[in-house]
């Protein structure tokens, strides 16, 4: 298995432009996490999904934030529009009920000037 | 929500053993004990995971007292590539309720010098 795969790797965009960061989860897990790393926060999550549903998105910032898991094998996670402090490696990672272990994708570096 | 308590940062030499301890005083009955270790610019990845007692892999030892309100993580003979973040967690990711909510908090910076 290719493991978690997210794409862009790197982004860099203007303030007022709207970011789309995509995940493709292993197949067959069932859990899918968005978490968001800074240096002032460190990891924490923003919303995960159980079998393409949201579970619990009050980590998300704010309204400009927004996820969407239309199927099994694939997530995103959309901000509109963007603003400089959200700037941060964002990770998407999967989980199989029963694991209890996350599997990570090697993030989305986002630098919004 | 169980939060975990843990040294903001570690040193060690090469070839020592390191035991970075973990406090979770709210642990519930339910939740497991589980480390991922974090390099620069990847993400965490799984190292070891426990309940109670003692669990050993190849990577590394996991120590639990009877009481699990702390745990300890051994890396036997470290080598300057261990320099990471380690992020003790508490929780139950089986849970579809809040107790999914695992928190990683900012970990434990070690770095291992030559």
């Known amino acids: 298995d290719a493991g978690v795969i997210q794409s862009p790797r790197h982004e860099v965009t203007e303030m007022g432009q709207e970011v789309t960061l995509r995940c493709k989860p292993i197949s067959g897990h069932d859990y899918l996490f968005w978490y968001r790393q800074t240096m002032m926060r460190g990891l924490e999550l923003l919303i995960y999904?159980?079998?393409?549903?949201?579970?619990?998105d009050s980590g998300m910032p704010e309204d400009r934030f927004s996820a969407k898991m239309p199927n099994a094998s694939f997530s995103t996670l959309k901000i509109q529009p963007s603003e400089p402090r959200d700037s941060a490696v964002y990770f998407c990672a999967s989980s199989l009920t029963g694991a209890n272990v996350l599997t990570f994708g090697a993030g989305s570096r986002l630098t919004v000037l | 929500l169980a939060k975990t308590t843990q040294p903001i940062s570690m040193d060690s030499y090469e070839g020592q053993e390191v035991n970075i301890t973990c406090s979770h005083n709210?642990?519930?009955?339910?939740?497991?004990i589980t480390w991922y270790q974090q390099f620069p610019s990847q993400g965490p990845r799984f190292i070891i995971q426990g309940y109670k007692t003692k669990v050993t892999n190849e990577v590394a030892s996991l120590f639990i007292p009877a009481d699990r309100k702390s745990s300890t993580l051994s890396l036997p003979r470290v080598s300057l590539s261990d320099t990471a973040v380690y992020y003790c967690l508490v929780g139950n990711v089986d849970r579809g309720s809040t107790l999914g909510r695992l928190y990683f908090g900012r970990g434990t910076q070690l770095t291992v010098w030559p």
């Open positions: 999904f159980n079998n393409n549903v949201p579970i619990d």
């Open positions: 709210n642990i519930a009955t339910n939740d497991y």
